[in-house]
């Protein structure tokens, strides 16, 4: 049974990069049955799809991000430590949101399982 | 990408039956069979209840179910229970290789 915990600083000052990392146990990140995902949820808001990463071989990742911060965010895989990251660039406040890792098979739609979620709020 | 449309909130008394509907566009809901239902009680990890609109994964009560007609999923839960009461979120595959959630509604049992 695969099981998710995110990581990574709760405070980030905006303009900064926004970093946080998911471990992974039960499952291995490089496992190419599966897609590594980013979801996030602002608060009082709805649920956002981030993107999400695969493992296809090597130093090989298949990414796909939401257009609507594709410029912005970068995610990658570390093998050794069975993680996976998100990155993204320049935050302003409006990326204050809990983010959920979550994992999906390759050829399945859905996500499941997901983490507990881990809050990032973007201050001065 | 818009955000799914779902009714803010829908409450039903035990036992009872409701539903939500999940309204998106051809170009989400109504072009994929790939709409999911995840039950998110805050402060805990989302709980996937239905996945390829009709599906129930292993261990999901069959009191939950899923259809869709055209442009517009919904999941009905019969047979309500106060454990029920919380968040539920739909999501779709889109045209865009990506994925789009609803805006969410909180099922109140009464």
């Known amino acids: 049974q695969v099981q998710l915990q995110e990581s990574g600083p709760g405070l980030v000052k905006p303009s900064e990069t926004l970093s946080l990392t998911c471990t992974v146990s039960?499952?291995?990140?490089?496992?190419?049955?599966?897609?590594w995902t980013w979801i996030r949820q602002p608060p009082g808001k709805g649920l956002e799809w981030i993107g999400d990463?695969?493992?296809?071989?090597?130093?090989?990742?298949?990414?796909n991000y939401n257009p609507s911060l594709k410029s912005r965010v970068a995610m990658s895989l570390d093998t050794s430590k069975n993680q996976f990251s998100l990155k993204l660039n320049s935050v302003t406040a409006a990326d204050t949101a809990v983010y959920y890792c979550?994992?999906?098979?390759?050829?399945?739609?859905?996500?499941?399982?997901w983490g507990q979620g881990t809050l990032v709020t973007v201050s001065s | 990408q818009s955000a799914l449309t779902q009714p803010a909130s829908v409450s039903g008394s035990p036992g009872q039956s409701i539903t939500i509907s999940c309204t998106g566009t051809?170009?989400?809901?109504?072009?994929?069979?790939?709409v999911s239902w995840y039950q998110h009680h805050p402060g805990k990890a989302p709980k996937l209840m239905i996945y390829?609109?009709?599906k129930r994964p292993s261990g999901v009560s069959n009191r939950f179910s899923g259809s869709k007609s055209g442009n517009t999923a919904s999941l009905t839960i019969s047979g309500l229970q106060a454990e029920d009461e919380t968040d539920y979120y739909c999501?779709?595959?889109?045209?865009?290789?990506?994925?789009?959630f609803g805006t969410g509604t909180k099922v109140t049992v009464l």
């Open positions: 979550a994992t999906r098979l390759i050829f399945s739609k859905c996500f499941d399982p």
């Open positions: 039960g499952g291995s990140v490089s496992n190419n049955n599966y897609y």
């Open positions: 390829d609109v009709s």
């Open positions: 999501s779709s595959y889109t045209s865009s290789i990506s994925y789009v």
């Open positions: 051809s170009s989400d809901v109504g072009g994929y069979n790939s």
């Open positions: 990463i695969n493992y296809s071989g090597s130093t090989s990742y298949n990414t």
